[in-house]
């Protein structure tokens, strides 16, 4: 149950804190194979 909130307020982040997260995957992978992800 308290997993199923948290999801539904995940997807109800804001842009800007969603996009915060993306740059953060992007620099993980970026960290972990850098090559893969040179844009």
Same mark, same amino acid.
């Given at each position: 149950?308290?997993?199923? *909130? +948290?999801?539904? $307020? *995940? ?6 804190? /969603? $996009? +915060? $997260?993306?740059?953060? @995957? @992007? +620099?993980? *992978?970026? /960290?972990? /194979?850098?090559?893969?992800?040179? @844009?």
């Amino acid at each position: 149950m308290c997993d199923k *909130k +948290l999801f539904k $307020r *995940k997807s109800v982040t804001t842009k800007s804190e /969603a $996009r +915060l $997260r993306h740059v953060k @995957t @992007t +620099l993980q *992978k970026t /960290a972990t /194979a850098p090559g893969e992800n040179n @844009t």
